[in-house]
């Protein structure tokens, strides 16, 4: 009784998938801008790194792996690079251990049955819905270097006017060190959320057999708790790594790199490259490194997660 | 009754408390001073911003700021500041509408259609997860380079976003199939499920991802930075960058205008703080 329509649809629908036309359909545009938008420029980028180009030229030398070299080996322009990639490590040595233990400590705080745990939520969250260009300006004049900027004054007035203000945004050494302090109250907020998701994850039971175990305080932490949040924090450190990494908006309002490249990374180095120097093609070598980096760390993150299961 | 909660009276438990309050109370206060900074400093004459620890006291307070803020944008060559606003507030809902539609669409399909290659897709979006934006930046400058100042250039490429697509799926694919088999066995197709089964089912994940993606939007800085150099299309952040690279001594209506950029995240986020917290949290146990 089947007419040779619905006999064909039914073909068709073995053949290919069940809903193969509003499949199709339906991941049509988002499938579309991202090809257009990431897949195609990422790409681009691998392409125009072994070119000469410029913005919108249409004459563009094909040079190899020169501007790899220029970056990488050249003993006359890669340093650089490796200072500012250097800078990225350095930032990330500080942010990643005094940011996640802060957030770690907040969590633990905030963990507790206690009244008004909300309220205090509310506060340390709030920088996270900060942009960066703002929490940039109003730093500016915490890190001003006279007594009128607001570290000078309080160290000014705990010490009865003995510690001289410090210049810290131009210090070489220093400039990194501050910038990473502002980083970090603008990002704790968002890894405590993360880690009291995985601390509210860790089975009641747990503790309470401790508690039989008559564990204290500091036992239960170190043999509940952190092999509890061992996931979470592998993933917290992993994001704050590529979040040092991609390190540009505070570089470029507060220091521009300087002083003395101190403050410089990988990012605005390439951005300045491309952009305010006009070097695309050099830029986007420098995207192409910035992309393998991410992708090493993200396979580490994989790796480490992975062997934890397997030991499960 | 007289089993008063021990907890009460207990000396040691209540020391206990205080030490949590007190430390709490403090961490509060430091983490809540630059912004107390940036409140009370708008709201102060421009000489007494910069004042140390001064620049706390709520002494002199007036609006003259935010009134200088609308007073150094009324021209054509500086942009008028109501145009950055509705600059940053046409790009954000773009990139949030359009984006719920388009990432809730192919995550559905991907998390409960069947039809071939929608492995590859999966494993396509999967890959684009890990892809932060600056690793894109440089070349997408160059390719959108025939759309410098424009709002289009603004909001295009980040409607469709791999991550907003990962969250949806990971909670279409943890909805129960029973409801979506039923409808289809009723003889609704996949749209109709989908629009009127799946989507009234979802809502916690569209708010997620509306706040995560409008969060992104409205403080978007690098792409607008090295697309736009004309005041027209300049978005409220870029505006205040530029603004605040010109008059290195305004502090008093550089800190209104920032007040004025971040108002409206502040009231919706005090109004949602919960959700914005937990959206933040879903994100990256997911991710």
Redesign the interface.
Known sequence: MTTFGSLRKRVFKRR?????????L??L??????VL??????F??FI?SFYN?H??STHTNFMGWENYRRILFDPETSGVFWQSLGNNFQFALIVVPLQTGLATA?AL?LN?K?K?I?F????????????????T??????F?RD????F???L??ISGGSINPVDWLGTPGLALVSIAIMSI?AGA??QM??I???LQEIPLELYEAASLDKANAFQKFRHVTLPGLRNTLV??VI?TT?FSL?L??QV??LTSGGPLGSTSTV?FQ??TT??TQDN?GK??A??VV??LI??AL?VVQRLVLRQEKEIK | MSIAPKGNRNPVKQFKLFLNYFFLAVITLIFFAPIAYLLIGSLKPQNEVLSGLGGFLPVHLGFGNYANVFNAFNSEATGYFYSFYINSIIVSCVIVIGGLIINSMIAYSLARLRWKGRNFILGFVVLLVILPFEAIAVPLYDLMNPYRNTLFAQYIPFVASAFSVFLFYSFFISLSSEIQEAARLDGAGPWRVFFQVIVPMSKPVFASVTILSFLSAWNSFLFPLMMVDSPDVRPLPLAMTVFFQQQQKDWGTIFAFGVLLILPVMIVFLAFQRYFIQSVASSAVKG
């Not at chain 1, 007594?147 to 607001?150: C, E, P, S």
């Open positions: 290919f998938g069940y809903d193969q036309i509003a499949g199709m339906m991941s545009p988002a499938t579309l801008l991202l938008f990431v897949v195609i420029p990422f681009t980028a125009l180009a913005l919108a907040l705080l507790q206690i008004g909300a205090f939520r509310t506060f340390f969250f709030m920088p996270v819905v900060f942009p960066m260009s703002l929490v300006v109003v730093w500016t004049l915490f001003s007594l009128r900027g607001m000078n004054s309080v000014h007035t109250w907020g968002f959320v993360i009291l998701a995985g993933f917290v994001i590529i991609r540009f908006d470029y309002i990012m390439a951005v491309a952009w695309i830029g986007s420098m995207t910035f992309v991410i992708i993200t």
